[in-house]
């Protein structure tokens, strides 16, 4: 017969139970090894004898040891640069500021995230395992040192004026202002020599500089404080060109760049161009026409090529070869009025395509015929009304029982300011859709940008510890993460902060 007899081992704090050891002496039986419970089965054998023997002595070792605390090994911290911030650690300890060093145990990871103060940025650290943007992380298994980089930097703003359009850039880049942006900021090493530059967008010249810059050539500052540049873009004077077919035939004048578009219904076409622009003219004959040669500003039967030093007007001449004309027919003539906006006006049937700088366009209709006119807003603009020989805002269709003129009249739509500004002690990027409008990237702190008050503006933000959480808009009609939707109307300001 036997009996279970189980042992359990508890190690008292500062002490690890280590194994057991030993079992039935002499005879065999259970013995006990390892960390686990010991279990064992005491084994009586009866013999017949009075009294009976003793049972065989058992013997079981416990083994405790004294725990190894762990080592502490000393972190410390450098902050060096021509700016000045802060360091802290996770877990507590480092607080630079004041406490530099702390010691950590062996092993430990520590986190160290950095914070600069005003009138400095961040520019890095040297000695990380890992080095995630503003975040270090040191295992400590030695003496560890850390330095943490900042640097003393300076406003540049960036403004732009005049009634042109065109986009300012710098180098080193910091600043991106693109053809619908006002005006930005962004921050550079004290000392530092920035060039900007100023690109005009078509149909406008760069006038020069204004603020920290003069004249109109080259635009170096150096960042020995904060300073201010203003870039005034005006827009080129515009220059008309009047197309007129004469003769009997019919036939159709192309031009480039693509302004004109004169079919074979359409008797004349006026377009403005900027000042200076060189057009090339194209003559096509329809069938059983001829071209017969040019008029006005040019001469010759070949490529007609005009240069816009002022307003001109040339003349092409078709023929008639084989025939009879096609019965009577009534001119239509079709404008654009002065308006604020911009768009296209066509016909059905074709004979109208006025679009791009053409500002007005006849063309022949058969007498009686019904001619639908449509009219198509530019980007930023909206169609507001015909005049002449239609009215309102609908649809338009004149039927050609005498010479007929009609006018469309678009409109652009109020703009929309919208202002960024990014906070916090993290950073990052802010890229907005539509392309010409936001560029806010990494030394940028604010942006200013002009819509049509109908726009949605999408504002797409990238954090440069890669981590959506670290990201917080302020302002948005809709934001989620990384994004915030923007819907006009009115001004908007928008805050984005990053952790």
Do not use: H
């Amino acid at each position: 017969m036997g009996s279970v007899v189980t042992l359990t081992a508890k190690a008292s704090e500062g002490s690890k139970f280590t194994g057991w050891s030993g079992g039935y002496t002499p005879m065999p039986g259970d013995n006990c090894s390892g960390t686990d419970t010991c279990k064992m089965t005491l084994v009586f054998i009866r013999i017949a004898v009075f009294p009976p023997p003793p049972p065989p002595p058992v013997s079981v070792t416990a083994t405790f040891d004294l725990e190894s605390k762990p080592k502490n090994l000393g972190l410390t911290i450098s902050k060096t640069g021509t700016g000045s911030g802060t360091v802290k650690s996770i877990p507590a300890g480092i607080d630079c500021g004041g406490t530099c060093t702390a010691e950590f145990e062996e092993g430990k990871e520590v986190k160290l995230r950095v914070g600069a103060a005003a009138g400095s940025i961040f520019s890095g650290w040297k000695g990380c395992d890992v080095d995630v943007g503003r975040e270090c992380r040191v295992t400590v298994d030695g003496a560890e040192a850390v330095r943490a980089r900042f640097t003393e930097v300076k406003a540049l703003s960036v403004q732009k004026e005049g009634a042109g359009a065109g986009s300012v850039t710098t180098s080193p880049g910091g600043i991106t202002c693109p053809m619908a942006c006002s005006s930005t900021r962004a921050l550079f090493p004290t000392g530092k020599s920035v060039a900007v530059a100023a690109a005009p967008a078509k149909g406008s010249v760069f006038t020069g500089w204004g603020g920290a810059c003069s004249g109109a050539g080259a635009c170096t500052v150096t960042m020995s404080e904060s300073k201010s540049v203003t870039a005034e873009f005006a827009p080129l004077p515009k220059r008309s060109l009047t197309l007129n077919k004469e003769g009997s035939g019919a036939g159709i004048v192309k031009s480039l760049p693509s302004t004109f578009n004169c079919g074979a219904f359409c008797a004349s076409q006026t377009s403005s161009f900027d000042q200076g622009t060189v057009v090339t003219l194209m003559p096509t004959p329809a069938k059983g026409s001829v071209f017969s040669g040019w008029t006005g500003a040019c001469s010759g039967t070949g490529a007609c090529t005009v240069t816009l030093s002022g307003a001109k007007t040339v003349g092409a001449a078709f023929a008639l070869v084989e025939g009879k004309p096609a019965g009577p027919t009534k001119l239509l003539t079709v404008g654009k009025a002065e308006g604020t906006g911009t768009g296209t006006v066509g016909s059905y049937p074709g004979g109208i395509a006025c679009y791009g700088g053409c500002t007005n366009q006849s063309a022949r209709f058969k007498e009686g015929a019904v001619v639908a006119l449509e009219a198509t807003p530019g980007r930023g603009s909206t169609f507001t009304e015909w005049g002449g020989a239609c009215s309102g805002s609908g649809s338009c269709e004149v039927t050609m029982s005498e010479a007929r003129s009609v006018t469309a009249v678009f409109t652009a739509i109020p703009a929309m300011t919208l202002t960024l500004n990014k906070t916090g002690e993290g950073w990052g990027v802010v890229l907005g859709k539509p392309s010409f409008g936001i560029s806010c990237r990494f030394t940028c702190t604010t942006a200013t940008a002009f819509f049509p008050q109908t726009t949605t503006v999408s504002l797409n933000a990238i954090s440069g510890r890669g981590v959506v959480e670290y990201i917080q808009w302020q302002g948005c009609d809709n934001p989620e993460g990384v994004q915030c939707i923007v819907t006009g109307p009115g001004d908007r300001e928008i805050t984005v902060k990053f952790e």
